[in-house]
T-cell receptor, first 114, second 115 residues
């Protein structure tokens, strides 16, 4: 299947700092890049997504940037709060045998210290 | 409105037993996906349905895994002759449209433990 590399695996920040998580992918036909937040014992929750015809998207404290040439996309969280602590996953939708299916990164555990 | 509901939340089975996991998607959602999430990993795609049609099952690990969605709403993932390596959280997600790359809504999963 297609590969998605996600870094870092763990990110520890102080409340109020910014956090950046980066993912790289290999399928040049990928066209949709969502980010999910997963809290313990819960399913992933979509927090922001971007499509391949857009370079950046913002929603309050959260932003996603996409560089199609370099095949990477990043999640930016500003003014972090303790409730932002969770595991974050990137995903990319790429072609697989005629259909588009998602491949997820391995996750980043974000810890925001009060 | 209700989100995606999965049952049971926890399932413990002995190796060799068959198990069935249920997913109730959001009403009216056309697409339904199943994922397997091992501890400390991201979800891995298993299969997906558009209404009652299973359009892709390339992620199913073996022929012991079987999924169905006979009336285009509720779906069941069945695992026959379970093995210890089947222990994982099984997630279901649904999306409104029939095309791919649409926002997905996940359930909270079924945690399967094989003894």
């Amino acid at each position: 299947g297609e590969n998605v590399e996600q870094h870092p695996s763990t990110l520890s920040v102080q409340e109020g700092d910014s956090a950046v998580i980066k993912c790289t992918y290999s399928d040049s036909a990928s066209n949709y890049f969502p980010w999910y937040k997963q809290e313990l014992g819960k399913g992933p929750q979509l927090i922001i997504d971007i499509r391949s015809n857009v370079g950046e998207k913002k929603d309050q404290r959260i932003a996603v940037t996409l560089n199609k040439t370099a095949k990477h996309f990043s999640l930016h969280i500003t003014e972090t709060q303790p409730e932002d602590s969770a595991v974050y996953f990137c995903a990319q939708w790429g072609s697989s045998g005629g259909s588009y299916i998602p491949t997820f990164g391995r996750g980043t555990s974000l810890i925001v210290h009060p | 409105g209700a989100g995606v509901s999965q049952s049971p939340r926890y399932k413990v089975a002995k190796r060799g037993q068959d198990v069935a996991l249920r997913c109730d998607p959001i009403s009216g959602h056309v697409s339904l996906f199943w994922y397997q999430q091992a501890l400390g990993q991201g979800p891995e795609f298993l299969t997906y349905f558009q209404n009652e049609a299973q359009l892709d099952k390339s992620g199913l690990p073996s022929d012991r895994f079987f999924a169905e969605r006979p009336e285009g709403s509720v779906s069941t993932l069945k695992i026959q002759r379970t093995q210890q390596e089947d222990s994982a959280v099984y997630l279901c997600a649904s999306s409104l449209g029939g095309s791919s790359n649409q926002p997905q809504h996940f359930g909270d999963g079924t945690r399967l433990s094989i003894l």
